[in-house]
């Protein structure tokens, strides 16, 4: 089996060719993981598992959603027992979808379950463990010591699943790392990939190979440097390649959650990793079929794209971040965020009063200028210049013609052609932008390199854009050239939907490896549409611009919501309390806050959220500060007010001033 991956590319089969990794199969009822089949689209239900009824309905509606494997969580011996219940209540519907038994905490509903359904999630964090949040010394022999325990508990269910046919998930969380790996490792990557390592060698000893594993967080950073790493310590250390199933965990709902999940999910899956996905949203399951069937979608020929030109080296740490050293460039580079570009260059003639898609709102009666949150850096007009004053802190974009005849070039500067730049014409002194195709980028490098007063849009007509993209920075990088570079993508007239998970993959898949230093999204050049469309449009490119700055963990401009996506444990509405906390607090900046259904598994969950809102009781909610409670079972309604005036206490509340939204 290790001849299969003999060609990888440190975590990858090739970072220029889409080929998907190699994989065993594994079979999951009617249903294989891996091998040369189509990736699998799953989902979890959200119903109390007690409910018999009710999660046979939700089943259907997600199995009618696309979903082809469905996961449903066992808390205890009971609901690992009604698994039975739902599975017949499926099968004499017609249903053959198999399920999945999802189990944190107990072996005992686990070693029932793999008896019934056709595959069981463990989490090793907490299969054998309770967590004390305890920091241990171990030395080898008692690190030992609690290997050994751990392999008594968990054979039990090993052997089970041989005899039963049963597959298995070594599921590893980020946020719900046990004591023993914490301690040794940190919540660091390479402790979620030893996590599930521990019980793969039990697995391996027992000749039980129908394994599949995740490394989930919701840090889209941690999550694609452990499946990476994940990758390599399996091809490191002889074990078999073992099929990857994909997930953010706790992404959140709307737009947020569904660019947060394309960021992680879309660059594994950019690099042919990943043989299932599981896109988890704090909303409905029968939502999250669908998200995931586009992510996956996109890949269905694209092992036919245009060659790409290997660059000599990628030098850059795949399995950690670490921004790419550039020049300061007006405000792009150095030690900048990365900037959002809009193309406005459809609109023609623009009224102050439509800057507002891009987040600047012209207040009449007081003559100025407010931003919400999302104001873009820079606008690209092309042709079309602006006729008014922009506001202050924003910045115009012309083409270079346009700008030569400009009376005012101090506040606009220049878009070039590769070649017009190249003909060294009249330059702003400051900054200058040259839109390059990366197929044009090699006759560029000498006279890029010392630049101080230039940023490229890179651009590229591959298919597999983001490797393309990718491997003209990693170009420039073993040049020594440091020109800051803004990816510019178009997607001409897909809908707005998958314009959202495709910038995000693409641009995402850069952000996460340090490389980029804005967004731009194009408009595509369409015959005449209306243009309250156009201005949709922009609206979008805006908002989804910074939403994978933010989901990329590269600005920070929202408040963060890190929700779980509800199961059968979550003691409270949670699409309806993340919209009400979510109301109340969306103007605190870069503020994370976790919002978590339970009390058994929230905590671990919600990670590095700044404070915790979690579900301990009927009725009643625990309060956190970071990973610390604050205020247990507060009445759920006086919890948020109490949330706030946890934040208030902490000195990170501010109040609402101005909401231009309603201006
Ligand atoms: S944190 Fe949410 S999704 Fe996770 S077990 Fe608890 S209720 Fe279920």
Known sequence: MKALLHNLDSYCTSRTRYSRRKTIPVQVGPVTIGGDNPIVIQSMTTVDTMDTGGSIEQCIRMIESGCELIRITAPSMKEAENLAAIKEGLRQRGYQTPLVADIHFTPNAAEIAAKIVE????????YADKKKFELITYTDESYQEELDRIRERFLPLVRICKEHGTAMRIGTNHGSLSDRIMSRYGDTPLGMVES??????ICEEENFHQIVISMKSSNTQVMVQAYRLLVQKLEEG???PYPLHLGVTEAGDGEDGRIKSAVGIGTLLEDGLGDTVRVSLTEDPEFEAPVA???VARYAGRAEHAPIAAPAAYPYDPFSYKKRETVEVANFGGANVPRVIVDMSRLGDLSPKEMKAVGHFYLPELDKWKMNDLGSDYIYTGE???PFMLPNGMKQIQSWETWKQNADRKNSFPAFKAAEWLAQSELHPELNFVEVDTEELAELLPALRERKDVVLLLETKNSHAMPALRAALATLMVEGIQV??????NYG????DKTMLYAATDVGGLLIDGLGEGVLLRMAAKSAQPREQLLDMVKLHNSVSFGVLQAARTRMTKTEYISCPSCGRTLFDLQETTAMIRKRTDHLKGVKIGIMGCIVNGPGEMADADYGYVGSGKGKITLYKGQEVIKRSVPSERAVDELIEIIRQDNKWIEPEFNPEQA
């Open 293 to 295: 069937q586009a992510l």
């Open 484 to 489: 800051p570079v803004v990816p510019s993508l």
């Open 384 to 386: 079309q210049p602006i």
């Open 119 to 126: 595959k069981v999630r463990i989490n090793p964090g907490n």
């Open 493 to 496: 007239d897909q809908s707005a």
């Open 196 to 201: 599930a390592l521990e019980f793969l060698r």
């Open 238 to 240: 002889g074990f078999q």
